[in-house]
């Protein structure tokens, strides 16, 4: 019998090889080259470009950004899922897709959205202004814009996950006399905890790098600069330092992606095996 | 205490599940729901438990109506057809779940919960148990720990639907003793749901026969045998 195992050496090696050299070509060398330029000019300067008011700034506003919208979107996500596992209703299947949506437009789409509706010329640019409220160019409308970028990551890993799981330990509790507080708490969220915690990991992620999104509504101002558009400005400003400055801030973008990849990997490892998979 | 139905109806899209079923469970009375699959059976055990509502009809639990009630109010002791256990919870976490989440003044205190559990597990036979989780267990010990876990709120009403369905042979016949055993000594009013009409007519003091979601004849065993009211029921219990 031939089996999928006992394909002709040649084919194995011409799949494996075309993956290393894709892999070679796309992930480690790119990586190298950040790593490469960012230390090009040396540790201090390297020290010292992350510590440009700039680079502080930019770090700042990243981190503040992502400590909002990560526990906007696992609420959210966690409420949708629920929803969709647990109620009956019309257009389920509509508002399963309506999810999905910020991963199928460009960001930059989703960022114009924003511009519209809150612009000086939008929709609520004229009430927004009479009443002194700033959102583009300022903390809200950036926070909003990677939000609606990153909103359907923790929803996604938990609506099958849910499925999977069923409501019969639900509907047990409920007849032991638990309210939905107590449900939720108790019964619900041990069984996800794990795939919430993946989701918020893919969200942070996506959120500190959003770029596109983010831009549209940040404009150009100079101190409401995210990482990702901070790294543009490095290096579209002239001369090897600014070059060196934005490999730097790069370079922690990049330490955080592998951080990530590392949780995540661990917690696939872990946890999110297929049950054949899981150590007992 | 009492438990009945009047003229429920119930509809799952365009399919009809329940259709004008009333019936009486008496106090005491350890009574079983019989029918092929897709009877309509099920439905009405979870109807009665609340946690699927009726399109139309009345549940009243001693004579109050529960209709408008929610599960978790009505705190029926249901037993699952696949057990439903907390899976990471232990089986001592299991039974006392339902102590637990009393709401304070009503809550016995943790020596009390854990007097209460340790008395479960030992009316189960599991009192070694309590540590393990479920997905260490055998077949027949989760279905004890989800009747321990069902019976730990004191339900004035057991609901248990296919109680024995996933079980080997000589187990079903076990705890099938156990339970009849069981119901003797506490005269807790129970239902239960089975397609398995030997089990029905072993244990049950009084057997309805359902079909297409409507109930074809209650009776007696003996009665039904004797008697059957219909075709269908002449051809399901082949007499």
Partial sequence: ?280 | MSVAVSHIFKRFETFPALRDVSLEVQTGELLALLGPSGSGKTTLLRVIAGLENADAGQVTFAGEDVTQKSAYERRAGFVFQAYALFQHMSVFENIAFGLRVLPRKKRPDAEAITRRVTDLLQLIQMEDFGKRLPSHLSGGQRQRVALARALAIEPRVLLLDEPFGALDAKVRKELRKWLRHFHDRTHLTSLFVTHDQDEAFELADRVVIFNEGRIQQIGIPSELRQNPANDFVRAFLEV
Avoid at chain 1, 47 to 76: D, E, G, K, Q, Y
Avoid at chain 1, 95 to 121: D, M, N, R, T, Y
Wanted: proline share 5%.
């Fill in chain 1, 1 to 280: 019998m031939k089996r999928a195992t006992t394909d002709p050496l040649l084919a194995r090696y011409l799949c494996i090889g075309a993956m290393l050299a894709f892999m070679l070509f796309f992930l480690v060398f790119p990586v190298a080259v950040i790593l490469i330029e960012a230390f090009r000019k040396g540790i201090e300067f390297y020290l010292s470009a992350l510590s440009a008011h700039h680079s502080v700034t930019a770090i700042r506003m990243t981190l503040v950004v992502a400590l909002a919208v990560v526990p906007l979107n696992t609420v959210f996500g966690i409420c949708a899922a629920w929803s969709i596992v647990h109620f009956e209703f019309r257009g389920k299947a509509l508002l399963i897709s309506l999810i999905e949506i910020p991963l199928w437009v460009s960001p930059v789409v989703g960022g114009l959205v924003f511009a519209l509706v809150f612009g000086k010329q939008g929709w609520l640019g004229t009430w927004l202004e009479s009443h002194q409220i700033q959102i583009l160019f300022a903390y809200p409308g950036i926070v909003l814009a990677t939000a609606f970028v990153t909103f359907p990551f923790v929803a996604r890993g938990l609506i099958p996950l849910m499925l999977a799981q069923g409501s019969a330990e639900e509907e047990a509790a409920l007849t032991l006399g638990a309210n939905g507080w107590q449900l939720f708490w108790r019964v619900t969220f041990p069984k996800i905890k794990w795939g919430v915690l993946y989701g918020m990991i893919l969200c942070n992620a996506r959120a500190m790098g959003e770029f596109g999104a983010v831009s549209v509504v940040a404009g150009s101002v100079d101190d409401k600069m995210t990482m990702p558009l901070q790294i543009e400005q490095y290096y579209l400003a002239l001369g090897p330092e600014g070059l060196a400055s934005a490999f730097a801030l790069a370079s922690l973008l990049l330490v955080l992606s592998a951080a990530t990849l590392a949780i995540k990997l661990g917690l696939e490892w872990r946890h999110l095996a297929p049950p054949a998979f899981r150590p007992h």
